[in-house]
């Protein structure tokens, strides 16, 4: 039901438009007021629908009623009608200008009253049906916007913990090179919270030497060259350690297909780098482990086959004659060759068993009390023979008082006689071999055994001591021969003896061997064994 106030402060004039206004429409409520100030007050807390000023308000002309009463937020779209004397335009004027909806001459035609009036209460109506509808369309679209930002900040949530939990550095620059966007992995990459880059440029997080590589990657993918995919790069992190990455950058599009930022995923693959070329050293070394192997195979047919065939050479030519008349000298002389053969190709034998035990872990050592000078004698005096054959002079030099040594005898005399065998052979003729003892500065023994031969380069080194590597002899002048195992085998028996190996050689300036034993090794006087 509509609310009509009508504020006068004539008693009787006030009861006539109370009277004129209740004819209005069937279903109307009126109410009056003397002065201003109670109708703003009544108005504040229950706001009427349409407002009759007249026009005796002690005090109060028409102009400042209608501004004081739309100053009143429930008030400021109330249509107001004001009475007024037909004479007095300037006031219809102002009063128009101040905000009055209608104004009618006092005393007012009723007809004309009504209708007026109830144009404005229509109108009034349908303004606070269309009020009523902003206001669920405001609070809908309101509402939506909430539900819309909820959901956008739902997404953004959803979107940063995948990018969070992919192994890999996410991020989106802007067309100026600032970052926009860090997942936590580059972020902990570069030693920084996500937040700390959101807006910095890229060369501040990521330093300008990278930071530069990637503008101008960026600058690509801007300028419309599309997609960079797959490629390799080194980024170094927050700790300097450098990286390898493979990336991938992507152009983002608006609406208009233009491209407005640039998003790269960077794939660490340091791990994977490293497992190519580990396999690749594998494979070339499986690969340079069989050629050796077939190298050695081939040779150890070779030095099988030569004292076998000076074996079966002279076997035959004594059983069938083929020497002539039998002569006891000569014949002997052949038989010390079969022997030496023999020797000579059960020594190959030997070694090569040795190695294979060395390998299976079958060797036994048995460890007994040993005077390594007195087997360094032993070792000379036996092979002093194939010394003299290859005119080389053999010395032993050194501490011969030297404390006996806890080791197995046996394996020693075998490293002691490779290692003074190959000095020999790799010694020119005129040459000496040299074997040095002595105690070094931290208690230990040395066996040393120095020839003058070709030497070993640094490089061959590792070639020397591998149980299936041999280095040649000068080809012109020194075909040296032999399998290659005495040295690498010297190596492994050292080990199981406790024992070690170091060498020290020139090329062109002979090389030098030396059996080290720790001090807990020796058996000094006062000490037990064992």
């Not at 400021?76 to 009608?81: F, K, L, N, S």
């Not at 008082?401 to 000095?423: F, K, V, Y």
């Amino acid at each position: 039901m509509p609310l009509i106030v009508v504020i006068d402060d004539r008693p009787e004039k006030r009861r006539q438009l109370l009277s004129l206004a209740a004819s209005v429409a069937t279903e109307v409520s009126v109410e009056g007021f003397a002065t201003l100030g109670t109708a703003i007050e009544s108005a504040a807390s229950a706001p009427p629908d349409l407002v009759v000023v007249g026009r005796t308000l002690p005090a109060l002309n028409c102009v400042r009623a209608v501004r004081r009463f739309r100053k009143i937020p429930e008030c400021e779209d109330i249509p107001v009608i004001l009475l007024a004397d037909p004479e007095e335009r300037r006031i219809w004027y102002r009063a128009l200008e101040a905000g009055v909806s209608d104004v009618l001459p006092d005393p007012p035609d009723p007809g004309e009253f009504g209708l007026r009036a109830r144009n404005l209460l229509a109108a009034y109506d349908q303004l606070k049906t269309l009020r009523t509808r902003a206001d669920l369309l405001e609070r809908g679209l309101a509402a939506k916007e909430r539900r819309h930002r909820r959901d956008l900040k739902a997404t953004r949530n959803s979107l940063r913990g995948i990018t969070d939990t992919v192994p890999a550095m996410v991020s989106v620059a802007d067309r100026d090179g600032n970052f926009i966007f860090i997942n936590q992995y580059l972020a902990a990459f570069v030693g920084k919270a996500p937040e700390e880059a959101i807006g910095v440029p890229i060369e501040e997080v990521f330093g300008p030497q990278h930071g530069e590589r990637e503008k101008a990657a960026n600058a690509e993918v801007f300028s419309g060259a599309g997609a960079l995919s797959g490629y390799e790069e080194e980024i170094a992190d927050s700790s300097g350690m450098v990286r390898t990455f493979l990336s991938t950058k992507s152009a983002l599009r608006d609406d208009d297909n233009r491209v407005v930022n640039v998003i790269t995923v960077a794939q660490d693959i340091t791990f994977r780098k490293w497992v190519e070329s580990e396999l690749r050293e594998a494979k070339d070394a499986a690969e340079a482990a069989s050629r050796v192997k077939t190298e050695f195979l081939a040779n150890v047919s070779h030095e099988l086959r030569t004292p076998l065939n000076a074996i079966i050479g002279f076997a035959e030519g004594i059983s069938e004659g083929l020497f002539g008349v039998p002569d006891l000298d000569r014949y002997s002389e052949y038989t010390r060759h079969i022997s030496l053969s023999a020797r000579h190709l059960k020594a190959i034998i030997d070694d090569i068993l040795d190695i294979a035990k060395i390998e299976s872990g079958g060797l036994d050592v048995n460890e007994a009390e040993a005077d390594p000078a007195a087997v360094a004698w032993d070792i000379v005096h036996a092979l002093q023979s194939a010394a003299a054959q290859a005119q080389v002079t053999l010395r032993v030099e050194g501490n011969s008082g030297m404390p006996a040594i806890r080791t197995d005898p046996n394996r020693l005399r075998q490293i002691l006689s490779n290692l003074i065998s190959n000095a020999i052979k790799f010694s020119p003729e005129g040459g000496e071999v040299r074997i040095e003892l002595s105690e070094g500065a931290e208690g230990d023994a040395r066996i040393g055994v120095k020839d003058s031969g070709i030497g070993i380069a640094e490089e061959d080194i590792p070639l020397a001591t591998d149980r299936f590597g041999q280095l040649a002899g000068d080809p012109m002048s020194n075909p040296i021969g032999g399998m290659g195992l005495g040295l690498p085998l010297s190596i492994s028996l050292a080990e199981l003896i406790g024992a070690r190996v170091d060498i020290d050689s020139q090329k062109g300036a002979g090389t030098r061997v030396t059996l080290v034993f720790p001090g807990e090794k020796l058996v000094r006087p006062g000490r037990m064994a064992g």
